[in-house]
């Protein structure tokens, strides 16, 4: 097989808000390639990019999935992305391996909040993109009303470069605004325009022209001096446009029916940009930290980034990489510039969904993958041990939703850690911790569908079945005034007795200063050598408070007094009257329960804020700011985590879908008084339970 040169190559991302026809696009596309020769259905499960059991199941795509194809003489990498925004990391990975992203948007739904979130990465990345409105064979579809609603949103940069054609039966096909030609059907067979479009499509056409000659100094004096752009020129233009991001195009399609794809392939080759078209990659000399650039040629150094990793317990783990420059062959050594390791790349291959394609070489700008790396996963940098280069690592969404997970039987047990280690391989958006105050394993995701679609894939591949909770809320305690306290051990038993006697003084301390331990002895009333033991005692009483056995915190303790016997005293009676005197002064010290507060950061469409915002209330949630950005508000708030371990679950209710929200952990503060003794009380219940 043949190298496909870097000009030659179009790596499309397809992104949309869930349920916008991604998939049955990227069906259309292949079929009409020639790469399938029939198209699936995602509600059949016969889709080629929704190929895993748990996507044939719910009927909506949760990998990204790598679909490549050719046409007129180039290869088009298409990538489609989920749209749910619980796999949202996806999304991320996708725009890393990409050159230009394109967003599917619902032709009688118009753009929503999740066209907004991939518009923002994209442009964060400076990714060139455009939008297709899509499953324009709806009724209702209406597409002036649609193109006017992306204009608003994203400015007056959004230009059309197709026009949809309707007659009586409804979409029929497409006129391309630059050429003028008409085509029809799923064949796109070329046919006069009807009539009553002519007038549309050259309003469509001076706006066009005026919008590409801006972006061009020569054009702009031509179009001034009132002579007229060609066609040729017009396209050019535009595709230089498109690749620096001054113009984003607006194509049409109708998946299902096959209408409009093909002039939509031809767009790809024609106006999106190649790998040598946009801006050079940059990367950085791990020796020297000097920013080096990178260009997609054949005898350059080859540097690969990873953007996906599968899992799998029989094909073992594959790894997904772009070549940002040189060239990659098979059974040949690259350094992992991120960990400092050596890896062998054995078989490479060239992925079609769930088909694998062995190669012998990936050239610079294309998509490839490779089995069984032993040390790189997604995000690293592969490269010449020589000259070692890194690229920015993929930046992923902290997880938002949490479960505690236990193993259902003896056999799952053994299998769990291993499991887990492999699922979060594949998946960087998930952690699994083991809480050391709670002692639970915590798995934590994008929401309850991305913790389902992992239950189920660890179900699947390994054999290992879980029960899930919901976390246990690490509460703590600590004291708000001082308090002395004093205790005597004192213990006959016939030969050596027991005695310690300690004299401890327990004050509060600022939030987060953690545990201190002092002493002021004088005269020996302690002798030296016991008072290790007497900070031991002090220090194992810390995991369990005296309200709700808690962890105890921002204490500091102070041994100042005590006595003891010159043969029976021992570090451990000065152990056990150290931990008694502990909590004897911490009860008297005015205990207080202590819980975490989060950070948030929702992002909503600016209908729901008042709704969030009463939500909010009920969570004893303290609002700190809000930031309007066109018609999304992002609400900036704080709340107990105990309130908002499912705020994924509530939120999606409240806003159909359409918000979105970032968590992380704060400080910690007071639990309310009436939230504290209905928490004393379940907490022990709960140690009662347990024992």
Known sequence: MSVPAAATIRNIGLFSHGGAGKTTLCEAMLFASGVINR????????????????????????????????????????????????????????????????????????????????????????????????????????????????????????????????????????????????????????????????????????????????????????????????????????????????????????????????????????????????????????????????????????????????????????????????????????????????????????????????????????????????????????????????????????????????????????????????????????????????????????????IDVTLERMRRKFGVEVTTREPKVPYRETIQRSAQAEYKHKKQTGGHGQYGHVFLEVEPLPRGAGFEFTERVVGGSVPRNFIPAVEKGVRESLPGGVLAGCPVVDVRVTLFDGSFHPVDSSEMAFKLASSQAFRRGFEDGQPILLEPICDLDITVPESFVGDVMSDLNGKRARVQGMDPEGDVTTVHAQAPLAEIQRYATDLRSITQGRGTYTMRFSHYEEVPAHVAQAVISEQKKAAAAAH
């Open 39 to 450: 198209a699936g259905r995602p509600d059949d499960g016969t889709t080629v990019s929704d190929y895993e059991p748990e996507e044939q199941k719910r009927q909506v795509s949760v990998n990204l999935s790598v679909l490549p194809f050719s046409w007129k003489g180039c290869k088009v990498n298409l990538l489609d992305a989920p749209g749910v925004l619980d796999f949202a990391g996806e999304v991320r990975q996708a725009i890393r391996a990409i050159d230009s992203g394109l967003i599917l948007v619902d032709a009688v739904a118009g753009p929503e909040v999740g066209t907004d979130l991939v518009w923002r990465q994209l442009k964060a990345k400076g990714t060139p993109r455009g939008f297709v409105i899509s499953k324009f064979d709806r009724e209702n579809a209406d597409f002036g009303r649609a193109l006017d609603s992306l204009r608003a949103r994203y400015g007056a940069a959004v230009v059309a470069v197709q026009c949809p054609i309707h007659d009586p039966s409804g979409f029929v096909g497409t006129v391309d605004v630059v050429s003028g030609r008409a085509s029809r059907g799923t064949d796109g067979t070329a046919f006069d325009a009807p009539p009553g479009i002519v007038e549309s499509v050259d309003q469509m056409r001076e706006r066009l022209v005026e919008a590409v000659a801006e972006t061009d100094d020569d054009l702009i004096a031509k179009y001034l001096e009132g002579e007229t752009l060609t066609s040729d020129e017009i396209g050019r233009a535009l595709r230089k446009a498109i690749a620096t991001e001054r113009l984003f195009p607006v194509f049409v399609v109708a998946g299902l029916p096959g209408i409009g794809v093909r002039t939509l392939m031809d767009a790809i080759v024609d106006v999106l940009p190649s790998p040598e078209d946009i801006a050079p990659v940059s990367a950085t000399e791990v020796a020297s930290g000097r920013a080096v650039s990178l260009q997609p040629r054949e005898d350059a150094p080859p540097v690969v980034l990873v953007f996906k990793t599968t899992a799998d317990p029989f094909v073992g783990k594959l790894t997904y990489f772009r070549v940002l420059s040189g060239t990659v062959r098979a059974d040949s050594h690259l350094w992992n510039t991120s960990t400092g390791h050596d890896e062998r790349l054995g078989t490479l291959y060239l992925v079609r969904g769930k088909s694998q394609e062995p190669c012998v070489q990936v050239g610079p700008g294309d998509i490839g993958a490779v089995a069984k790396l032993q040390n790189t996963a997604t995000g690293h940098t592969l490269a010449n041990r020589e000259r070692q280069l890194r690229v920015e690592p993929i930046a992923f969404p902290n997880p938002v939703y949490s479960v505690a997970v236990d193993p259902k039987s003896k056999a799952d047990l053994d299998k769990l850690g291993g499991a887990l280690q492999r699922i979060v391989e594949e998946d960087p958006t998930l952690t699994v911790r083991r809480d050391p105050e709670t002692g639970e394993t915590v798995m934590s995701g994008l929401g309850e569908q991305h």
